[in-house]
Each structure stands twice: as structure tokens, then as C-alpha cells.
């Protein structure tokens, strides 16, 4: 989840789009950044918000990927594009929407194990 943060941040960062647009992809990572660190600090707690926050990344960037793709008309492809290259763009929303979705698995609780007898 760290690393899809910071991911999220640099890249909302370096786009280079309208202002308030970037302001509103860092405060909704610092949100993010903060729960991690809550997690991770005491990890029995509940783990319910970050998963949240995950899956709500996830379902960005499938967003992002299905809007470049063409399947569907966001009007968000300016927000979605890194402005490079098409390609580039592409694979930076699969890969964020992989390691969001890890993190969803991975963040979600366990079932108790069985005891052994």
C-alpha cells in the first residue's frame, strides 16, 4: 500500500495538470499515507478504511485503463494520460491497478486457522 501510495503521489505530482487537480490527488494520498501508517503501527486494529482506500484505487485505475482503452467515455482521459505517450499511460494505470488490487487481497482479514490437534 506504501508503494502504490508514493506511485500515486509522484505521478499526481508530475503531471503537470490544473492545480486543483493536483491538490486533490495529494490530499486523497496523504488520507491514504495515513492510514498505512496507522496500520502498520498497530496492525491488529482495524483494517477496514485502508482496504477501502485500496479498493477505491483500484477501481481509479480501472477506470483510467478502460477510459484510455476506449471502452468507455469518461472525459477523464486528460487525467488519466501521463502526457508522454500513450503507451506509457497504459501501462502505468495496469500497473497501479495490479498493485491496488494486491493490496485489497492483501489487506483483507483471514479467516482463524483450524487448531491442530
Known amino acids: 500500500m506504501a508503494v502504490l501510495v508514493l506511485a500515486q503521489t509522484l505521478s499526481t505530482l508530475l503531471s503537470g495538470g490544473p492545480p486543483e487537480l493536483r491538490f486533490t490527488g495529494v490530499a486523497f494520498n496523504a488520507v491514504a499515507a495515513f492510514s498505512t501508517f496507522l496500520l502498520l503501527r498497530r496492525p491488529d486494529?482495524?483494517?477496514?478504511?485502508?482496504?477501502?482506500?485500496?479498493?477505491?484505487?483500484?477501481?481509479?485505475?480501472?477506470?483510467?485503463?478502460?477510459?484510455?482503452?476506449?471502452?468507455?467515455?469518461t472525459g477523464l482521459d486528460p487525467v488519466?494520460?501521463?502526457?508522454?505517450?500513450?503507451?506509457?499511460?497504459?501501462?502505468y494505470q495496469a500497473v497501479l491497478a495490479?498493485?491496488?488490487?494486491?493490496?485489497?487481497h492483501l489487506l483483507l482479514p483471514r479467516p482463524p486457522r483450524p487448531k491442530e490437534r
Open 45 to 73: 486494529r482495524n483494517r477496514w478504511p485502508l482496504v477501502a482506500w485500496a479498493a477505491g484505487f483500484f477501481g481509479w485505475h480501472v477506470t483510467g485503463l478502460l477510459s484510455l482503452a476506449g471502452v468507455v467515455t
Open 80 to 91: 488519466f494520460s501521463l502526457g508522454v505517450a500513450p503507451q506509457l499511460s497504459v501501462l
Open 98 to 104: 495490479t498493485l491496488a488490487g494486491f493490496a485489497v
